[in-house]
């Protein structure tokens, strides 16, 4: 690698306020607008649960489309340390499998692609507070909240703009930051192309979030046409 890698090393994780908000299209989406900046960008998923065997390896949608908006090719498993078949809340998922979700191949798996690469991209699963092991803290539990502080990452949040997102948007950055975290930006996705009054939304979210709006991604635009849409300056500085 070079150019790029003398720039300052970035990483932030991406949570979302809900399932099914467009975490990963967002994610992906800031993988090539970070490319379109000059960056060798990476996307990491440590946790995904839902995949099907395809050829020689399990596929994840999810996973699939990080890798596919990386500049940088690597290994499936420093993308997804835990790639789950069932598609269920991931500590439920693992409990299916008989395997449990631990922090050391997370933490490894993102140490290596900060080696490879100027820029990760971490996208988490589910929403900010889905358990990832659902022991009591004190044998070992924990959720995306604990893995986000153990990372020690800047926050960006993907908004779901859709009715009920104000309240849950609200909520999930009150979440961050009382775990000590910063809210870097958010993203409002527009995932409900028929909501009424998604622009006085998105003004309510842009008033009350105190933090800044990385940008707005229309309903079903392409990552790599969507990234110019993207303000990245909040996040490199």
Same mark, same amino acid.
């Given at each position: ?91 439920? @998922?693992?409990?299916? !499998? $008989?395997?449990?979700?631990? %922090?050391? =191949?997370?933490?490894? *798996?993102? +140490? #290596? ?5 100027? @820029?990760?991209?971490? !996208? $988490?699963?589910?929403?900010? %507070?889905? =358990?990832?092991?659902? *022991?009591? +803290? #004190? ?5 995306? @909240? ?92």
């Amino acid at each position: 690698m070079s150019g790029s890698m003398s720039a300052a090393p970035f990483a932030c994780f991406v949570t979302g306020t809900d399932t099914g908000v467009g975490k990963t299209h967002a994610s992906a989406t800031l993988l090539h607008a970070l490319r379109a900046a000059g960056r060798h960008a990476v996307g990491m998923k440590p946790v995904a649960s839902g995949s099907e065997w395809r050829g020689d390896h399990w596929h994840n949608d999810d996973v699939a489309q990080l890798r596919a908006a990386s500049a940088v090719d690597v290994p499936r498993a420093l993308t997804c340390p835990f790639l789950l078949r069932t598609p269920a809340s991931p500590h439920l @998922a693992a409990a299916a !499998e $008989g395997a449990r979700i631990t %922090r050391e =191949p997370i933490r490894a *798996a993102f +140490a #290596a692609l900060q080696a490879r690469a100027d @820029a990760v991209v971490v !996208e $988490g699963v589910g929403g900010f %507070r889905v =358990p990832l092991d659902g *022991a009591p +803290a #004190a044998d070992g539990g924990w959720d995306t @909240a604990d893995l986000a502080v153990m990372l020690g990452l800047p926050v960006v949040l993907v908004a779901g703009i859709r009715l009920g997102g104000i309240n849950h948007a609200l909520l999930t950055a009150e979440a961050v930051r009382a775990r000590g975290l910063h809210l870097a930006g958010w993203i409002a996705n527009r995932i409900d192309p028929d909501m009424d009054l998604a622009d006085e939304n998105i003004d309510t979210l842009r008033r009350t979030l105190d933090a800044p709006l990385l940008g707005t991604l229309p309903w079903q635009v392409p990552p790599a046409e969507a990234a110019g849409r993207l303000a990245l300056a909040p996040l490199l500085g």
